[in-house]
């Protein structure tokens, strides 16, 4: 926080003590005006003439290049012993000085309100010239706020009247490089050369006319000098030498200095010898700040100092921090040049708020008046307002801006504009994963074409298997107990079908059995008859009929619908509609199938007439086992503690308009692992070590590349050369998908709602917008944040949807789909408006 306290020192002087001293401060919009006095203290006059000659002599002897010639034959034989102690003592008595009882007052109550983090910009104001040498700078205040720094001021002033002029985006320097005779000023003009975005006019030893021409004929907005200089008279006239021939006191060019003043000239800088007097009668003029030396500065102090303000302040480090930055790095070169951190001063206008270089290249004016009624009683200036204010604006239009940003990202959303770059980040994301260990519940008996090919017997269908095949099969899987045998073979393949809103009614819940029939499980007595049967017919083949009977055993079937499947596929005879199950598939736009519908309801002529696919009927008979039991509602499944909910029609995660999510769909978790396979001819040929098969589940299709059942997946799409992977596969990973995670917690993907949505895209704009507008200066490092910005959205979105430990945690193992195309558009989309706000 800035803060600004002006000390005024009325009404007397060193020998006379000071009868009041006041300070003022504004401090939370409130103005503070406190006030004590200050005693006698006639040593410290003597004290610093004593100095001053010390100084001057300790540099003569050190052989100091001066930029000016210093005359010190009162003082011989000087040591620098001599000249510490003298710097000691004056150090001393200057907070002796401060800390009197009668200056209490004020010190503590500035302590109070001020906070060591604080920029405080402390100005004395006074008309004694004696005062404004002495080093106030020494002053323990300002080693206990870091970010303080002194300012001098004359007791009288006012508003300076600037003309409004035009942008240049550079900053105007007039650059007067005077008689430099015997020092070395070359070293000025190449920092100011170096300088980015400015626009440096040099008049090199000029004559007062060309001097007097720029004054008068240009805007400036620094003024520049570097060569011989002196104060006068006791420091009360200051004079600078334009040239070897020419010098010339402020009063003599004042008309052209004011006219520069007017025009929009903010800062003067002196970078010359004993500046007190050019600065006293500057600040005369109004102008709004000013750096000078206070004493005679050697060469090496005074480059050094130039060299590191401009960089600290054209780095838009605040004037007066970049000064005393400046000025303290100084000290470094104490060994050689005694005191240089003491000769840099600023003098400040009281009613201007002090410049930036970010103002100073916009060619903005800061120099509002003070209320002329209370000059003194109002601190913080019309500008300073004005510049909170507009600040303000600017905050509320960055976040209408972003707020805007965000709804037009949503109805874009909405229309479809980012689905399919939000499905393939979708993809890219899952198969980042690390590698999952395969499934040991389920088993896929899988109809290759080898075995098609061997089997020279009349089928149904195209490349399919015979009934008595098929029998056999079930026949002796059925052997080895396996929990529950999904059968996913059709004599006829359809287009996907178009789904309907499933309205879920009570009399429709139940996936096990009716009561009345027997247990999902064969027990002793069952496979006992089974084995007796067997013998008394050994003559007899093996009937389908009969082992489609069994409890354990699911079918398929395929519903008609009117706009894709007229037909549908019907289930075998006599298989009550409690063990059929529909796999119908869904596809999305790009032909993935990203969705298992797990319930829908049937056209009601359908030949198919379950409303639970495959995956759910399998996996609810495999559960059961376990003593889980499934309970069914329209908007959500649940098994046990575990919870499945569906997605919502219109608006899903990166679903939106045009997409159909009618029946109880959910999103597929594919697990990127295969799954265990034996092949049709090694069951029958009893090559299958049969214990894989007890308490299993145990899935039956078709895998001949000749027949069509094949289908495209993330994994799949993503494999080089493209590949589609069979749908028994896909039914696989279905079951698995429910199983797992109601037995081993493996997360199941969801979406935010709709307002969930929103307020992700929201918060993610609205950062963006706020970094780029608040934090970031340069265009490069805008960008820089916005890219930043973009990779932590990805990083937060996949960490999301993979639920990992840390994931879950955050998410209580709920996998999410999180909208990162739409999200990363918005932070752009803000990003970019933002810089346009800032512009404009």
Excluded at 214 to 241: C, M, P, R, V
Excluded at 509 to 532: C, E, H, I, M, V
């Amino acid at each position: 926080m800035s803060q600004l306290v002006i000390f005024s020192l009325l009404g007397g002087d060193l020998n006379q003590g000071f009868g009041v001293v006041t300070a003022q401060l504004w401090h939370n919009n409130q103005l503070f005006k406190i006030t004590g006095s200050l005693p006698a203290i006639p040593e410290l006059s003597k004290l610093y003439r004593r100095w001053k000659l010390l100084y001057e002599a300790v540099h003569q002897c050190l052989g100091s290049n001066q930029r000016i010639k210093m005359h010190s034959q009162d003082i011989t034989n000087i040591s620098v012993n001599d000249f510490d102690e003298v710097c000691h003592q004056l150090k001393t008595h200057i907070n002796a000085w401060l800390k009197s009882e009668s200056f209490q007052n004020i010190e503590r109550q500035l302590r109070t309100l001020l906070n060591r983090d604080d920029e405080i910009r402390v100005i004395f104001e006074t008309n004694i010239t004696s005062l404004h040498r002495l080093p106030w700078q020494l002053w323990d205040f300002f080693e206990n706020y870091p970010k303080a720094e002194l300012a001098l001021s004359n007791h009288e002033y006012a508003s300076p009247q600037v003309v409004r002029k035009s942008s240049t985006n550079r900053v105007k320097i007039l650059a007067i490089l005077g008689n430099s005779v015997g020092i070395d000023i070359d070293k000025d003009r190449s920092w100011l050369q170096g300088l980015t975005d400015t626009q440096t006019t040099f008049l090199v030893q000029p004559t007062r006319k060309e001097l007097d021409e720029q004054l008068w004929n240009q805007s400036w907005d620094i003024l520049f000098f570097a060569g011989h200089s002196t104060s006068i008279a006791d420091g009360e006239t200051g004079k600078i030498y334009i040239n070897p021939t020419e010098s010339l006191t402020i009063y003599q060019f004042k008309n052209a200095l004011k006219t520069a003043i007017t025009n929009g000239l903010k800062l003067a800088i002196f970078n010359s010898c004993d500046g007190i007097g050019l600065a006293r009668n500057l600040a005369d003029l109004n102008i709004p700040q000013m750096i000078v030396m206070r004493e005679g500065v050697p060469d090496l102090v005074a480059q050094e100092f130039l060299k590191n303000f401009l960089v600290a302040f054209a780095l838009n480090k605040p004037f007066y921090l970049a000064v005393r930055e400046a000025r303290e790095r100084l000290q470094g070169l104490e060994n050689d040049f005694p005191c240089a951190s003491w000769l840099p001063v600023i003098y400040q206008n009281p009613t201007t708020v002090p410049t930036t270089w970010q103002e100073l290249r916009g060619g903005l004016s800061d120099t509002k008046a003070r209320d002329e009624v209370s000059t003194q009683s109002t601190i913080l200036t019309a500008k300073s307002k004005s510049a909170i204010v507009t600040r303000k604006g600017k905050l509320w239009t960055v976040l209408l801006s972003t707020a805007i940003v965000t709804l037009s990202t949503i109805g874009l959303r909405y229309l479809g504009v980012f689905e399919k770059a939000e499905l393939q980040t979708f993809d890219q994301m899952l198969l980042l994963r690390t590698k999952e260990d395969l499934d040991p519940r389920l088993l896929v008996v899988e109809v290759t074409e080898k075995d098609i090919q061997s089997r020279q017997e009349t089928t149904k269908g195209i490349k399919s298997i015979s009934d008595s095949t098929l029998a056999q099969l079930l026949n002796k899987l059925q052997k080895y107990q396996p929990r529950v045998i999904g059968l996913d073979i059709y004599r006829d393949f359809a287009d996907p079908l178009r789904l309907r809103p499933f309205p879920v009614k009570d009399a429709a819940r139940s996936l096990l059995p009716r009561s009345g029939t027997t247990t999902l499980r064969l027990n002793s007595a069952t496979n006992a008859q089974d084995k007796l049967g067997q013998a008394r017919n050994e003559s007899k083949p093996i009937q389908l009929a009969t082992e489609l009977s069994k409890e354990n055993v699911v079918v398929v079937c395929k519903g008609k619908d009117r706009q894709h499947d007229p037909e549908g596929v019907k289930p075998p005879v006599k298989v009550p509609v409690e063990r059929q199950g529909f796999t119908d598939a869904i596809q999305d736009s790009d032909g993935i199938v990203r969705r298992q519908i797990i319930m829908m309801a049937q056209e009601p002529s359908s030949a198919c007439t379950t409303p639970y696919s495959l995956s759910l009927q399998l996996a609810a008979r495999y559960l059961s086992y376990e003593n889980i039991q499934p309970d069914l509602n329209e908007d959500y499944v649940q098994f046990g503690s575990k919870i499945f909910k569906r997605l919502k029609p219109s608006r899903s995660g990166g679903y939106q308009q045009k997409v159909d999510l009618g029946g109880f769909q959910i999103l597929v978790n594919y697990r990127n692992a295969d799954y265990q396979r034996v092949s049709l001819t090694d069951v029958l040929s009893d090559k299958v070590n049969f214990d894989l098969l007890k308490d299993k589940v145990v899935l039956i299709g078709v895998t001949a590349n000749t027949i069509s059942d094949t289908w495209s997946t993330p994994d799949s799409a993503a494999q080089q050369p493209y590949q589609e992977i069979p749908g028994i596969f896909i039914q696989a990973q279905m079951v698995s998908q429910i199983v797992s995670a109601v037995l081993d917690e493996r997360p199941i993907i969801g979406v935010l709602p709709f307002w969930g949505d929103v307020v992700w895209i929201w918060a993610w704009s609205s950062m963006s917008g706020l970094i780029v507008w608040y934090v970031c200066r340069s265009l490069p490092n805008k960008g820089c944040a916005i890219f930043a910005i973009a990779i932590i959205l990805y990083g937060a979105c996949a960490i999301a949807l993979w639920a990992t430990p840390f994931g879950s945690i955050i998410l209580l193992k709920q996998g999410l789909w999180l909208p990162f195309i739409p999200s990363a558009f918005a932070v752009v989309a803000s990003g970019v408006i933002v810089l346009f706000v800032q512009r404009s």
